[in-house]
């Protein structure tokens, strides 16, 4: 996890991709920390930059809705507390789910 490394541009930008389409919760009794998007390349930036999670295609909602390939990023536990803690300063709407840690 490159945590320490992100620059304060990068934890805005990134931010603002959690609060528009993202989600900080428990699934399963763990904590996950997940962006969802049809644009690829950003959400394989956002693992490049931080270090961490998964990127998966969502293919039952694009296949049900005839739309554009989704994609989701995602990362759980730790990765996913470390990457909460510093991006909360930089949060709008998802600031109360930053309790969650």
Known sequence: MLVNKLTKANLSYIAGFVDGEGFI????????????NTNYPILDW????????NITELKGIT??????????WSCYGN??????KVLKPFLKIK???????
């Not at 919760?25 to 969802?36: A, D, E, H, N, T």
């Not at 990765?79 to 909460?84: I, S």
Request: aromatic share 10%; hydrophobic share 35%; glycine share 14%.
């Open 25 to 36: 919760g428990y699934v399963r009794g763990r904590l996950m920390f997940k962006i969802s």
């Open 79 to 84: 990765d996913a507390r470390e990457l909460v």
């Open 46 to 53: 956002i693992q490049r930059t931080t270090g961490s999670g």
């Open 63 to 72: 296949q049900l809705r005839k739309r554009r390939p989704a994609y989701q």
């Open 95 to 101: 600031a109360g789910q930053g309790f969650l840690i």
